[in-house]
């Protein structure tokens, strides 16, 4: 643990909590009724989706659905712990059970504070701890012992309150920033798609004379574009090698269904193409391919007279993914690509068109590259504040906590 004030104390997090002290025993009523939690339901911000969250019967439930979980509780994986699946519970369900693949840590309050006990078991100093004590190579995990050993560090309880309300409104703070631009990332690629979608179906020549076909995908396309059905303007063939028999030497990419899957020294595919993936939860995404690829079993080979980077847009614009999963197995062939009715422009606007995204898309492309940039720093802010403030580095006073409500309370 890192160096924290000389006034504060410091002890072992089972001397200053009860960890997994109550579970359900294998003689519970069969008919027990309970809200139960995995750990694919939490991360490193807690609940990822509440709706996720089963309703069990005791007789239903899988063998690890065990621990309950008390109010002022955090509940931390035990397994894989880089990941960071915690979540803190001020008030639980009177009937709320989760996996044995979690811990329960219930402070004592009179030593520990329930929330400030939360924000220092998802601190820098506590990630690394359980990382180096976890054991196993596919599966690691952190044993019981190493867990209840974790050095806690004790500031006097009136400041471990006053550093949990400055972390639970400035990372509140901190979250809401972080939603508004992922809000914008959505926006941006809803945008992305719009683009692509109209550029592919109406043109960029707002002036041409229009007309509608009886296609579903279309609304209004130029007049002198070419109604046509896909049979007659490409041909279709399956990759050709195991996707399971790859031999990686760097040198070409590998396609299959979700696109470059790693690099081999064949290759089946020379100039430029369109991949499109054929089985999965990928299949009917369309890859362009410029260079020489080495194209597995699990995608289709699409090659035609026009111009690969358009038929790419278009294909993605007709949403063939979409149609593809709505099937139990989600499934394209290349039957189904062929029997699809299209309006293609004539070459010289294909690859006008092609220029006119390559701008807008790059374009758009920043912009999300600006604003990923921006959820890392304040992601990274957050952890950082975190670990400054349950290790003492930052010294939380009344007028910080104050001081950190209005900012949250103003946005």
């Not at 993605?316 to 499934?331: E, H």
Request: a negative charge; aromatic letters at 8%; one cysteine or more.
């Amino acid at each position: 643990m890192s160096s924290v004030p000389t006034c504060w104390a410091s002890d072992r997090l089972k001397d200053v909590a009860a960890i997994n002290a109550v579970a359900l025993s294998a003689a519970t009523d069969p008919d027990y009724e309970f809200d139960y939690l995995e750990i694919s339901n939490v991360d490193y911000h807690g609940i990822v989706d509440p709706n996720a969250i089963e309703r069990l019967r005791f007789e239903d439930a899988p063998s690890r659905a065990r621990r309950r979980v008390a109010a002022g509780s955090t509940v931390i994986s035990s397994v894989r712990p880089n990941l960071q699946a915690v979540a803190f519970f001020p008030d639980a369900p009177a009937h709320f059970v989760c996996s044995t693949g979690f811990n329960v840590v219930e402070p004592q309050p009179s030593r520990l504070s329930p929330q400030f006990a939360y924000y220092h078991l998802i601190s820098e100093n506590a990630r690394q701890y359980f990382e180096a004590a976890a054991t196993g190579v596919g599966y690691p995990a952190v044993g019981d012992k190493e867990f209840n050993a974790i050095a806690v560090p004790l500031p006097p309880l009136p400041e471990q309150q006053r550093i949990a309300a400055y972390l639970d409104a400035s990372c509140a703070a901190i979250d809401a920033a972080v939603a508004a631009k992922r809000s914008q990332l959505e926006t941006l690629g809803a945008l992305r798609t719009t683009l692509v979608y109209e550029a592919v179906t109406q043109g960029i020549n707002r002036s041409a004379a229009t007309v509608v076909h009886d296609i579903p995908s279309y609304g209004h396309t130029p007049k002198h574009w070419k109604r046509a059905k896909l049979r007659y303007e490409i041909s279709i063939q399956n990759g050709d090698f195991a996707s399971d028999k790859l031999q990686d030497d760097g040198t070409h990419p590998i396609l299959g269904g979700n696109g470059v899957m790693g690099h081999t020294d064949l290759s089946n595919v020379d100039g430029e193409t369109v991949v499109i993936g054929r089985v999965g939860a990928y299949c009917g995404n369309a890859h362009y391919v410029r260079s020489k690829a080495w194209v597995s079993d699990n995608a289709l080979i699409v090659k035609s007279r026009h111009h690969a980077r358009f038929l790419c847009h278009l294909f993605n614009a007709l949403d063939f993914n979409a149609q593809a999963n709505n099937t139990a197995q989600p499934v394209i062939t290349g039957t189904k690509i062929k029997n699809t009715y299209v309006v293609l422009p004539p070459p010289a606007e294909q690859e006008a068109i092609c220029a006119f995204l390559d701008a807008k898309l790059a374009e758009v492309k920043r912009i999300v590259t600006g604003i990923e940039t921006q959820i890392a720093t304040l992601t990274a802010y957050r952890k950082s504040l975190i670990h400054e403030c349950v290790t003492g580095q930052r010294r939380i006073t009344e007028a910080d906590v104050i001081n950190s409500q209005l900012s949250e309370n103003t946005g």
